[in-house]
């Protein structure tokens, strides 16, 4: 089932039609690590997939479409960032990305201008892809986001933050201390206490858990929201 209003394209639109058309939107509903979204500049919702709805409302698309998403979000301010994003690609007219931390796995999103007819409200299409790492050749991205969702890393301090985002990067207790100017000591209490909160002691393991969610030492700086999720099946992507 589609979520939200679709139009009939002209010939000659780079949409496919008919059975393609189908094939496309089934991908785009069913797929858990694609989320889709269509937002105008007034911040309402005009299309969102499951993926999207779940992952940042934890509600299902029917209840959503029409709302504002500052209304639907942890903090509004997430919901007039996203808009200023969309505002920016629109007035630059092409395609624009960020990454963010989100319930505790990487999102790499692009947000890209789309037409409208008439007197319709500017729009943007929002796509993320969930556990996504951005192209090696897009390592500094353009947009970024001042919120971070930990999801199961929510315990961990901003330093603790810091020191298991360095443990991703394959840095050793040595290589941290160095580079934070603390201790060896101070360093092995963090990754102890690291281990402690996320029920893992394997080095390898922390690591893994660092790069799944795309950890960086910034991130600890950013400022931290939470989701009231009620989906923690395991054929969600955020369960651990």
């Known amino acids: 089932m589609l979520y939200g209003q679709t139009r009939t394209r002209k010939r000659g639109s780079a949409m496919p039609d008919g059975r393609m058309h189908e094939a496309v939107w089934k991908v785009v509903e069913g797929d858990p690590m694609l ?3 269509v937002i105008d500049l007034g911040g309402r919702l ?33 919901g007039d960032e996203m808009v200023e994003n969309g505002r920016r690609c629109l007035e630059a007219g092409r ?3 960020l990454r963010r931390v989100w319930r505790g796995r990487h999102h790499y999103v692009t947000y890209s201008p789309l037409p409208t007819e008439g007197d319709e409200e500017d729009r943007f299409l929002g796509v993320v892809r969930i556990g996504a790492q951005p192209p090696r050749d897009k390592s500094d991205l353009e947009l970024k986001t001042s919120f971070i969702e930990l999801g199961p890393l929510k315990e961990l301090t901003p330093r603790e933050l810091e020191v298991l985002a360095l443990i991703g990067q394959g840095l050793r207790v040595a290589d941290i201390a160095k580079l934070l100017h603390r201790s060896e000591r101070t360093i092995e209490k963090h990754r102890e206490s690291i281990g402690r909160k996320l029920d893992s002691t394997d080095r390898v393991e922390l690591a893994l858990i660092a790069r799944r969610a795309g950890l960086r030492m910034d991130d600890a700086s950013l400022k931290r929201i939470e989701v009231r999720r ?5 054929d969600s992507p955020y369960s651990t």
């Open 35 to 37: 989320g889709v979204a």
């Open 46 to 78: 005009l299309y969102i997939n499951e993926a999207a709805a779940r992952a940042y409302a934890d509600r299902p698309p029917a209840e959503i479409i029409g709302r504002r998403i500052q209304d639907l979000l942890p903090d509004p301010a997430l």
């Open 95 to 97: 395609s624009m990305e």
């Open 230 to 234: 009620k989906d923690n099946s395991k």
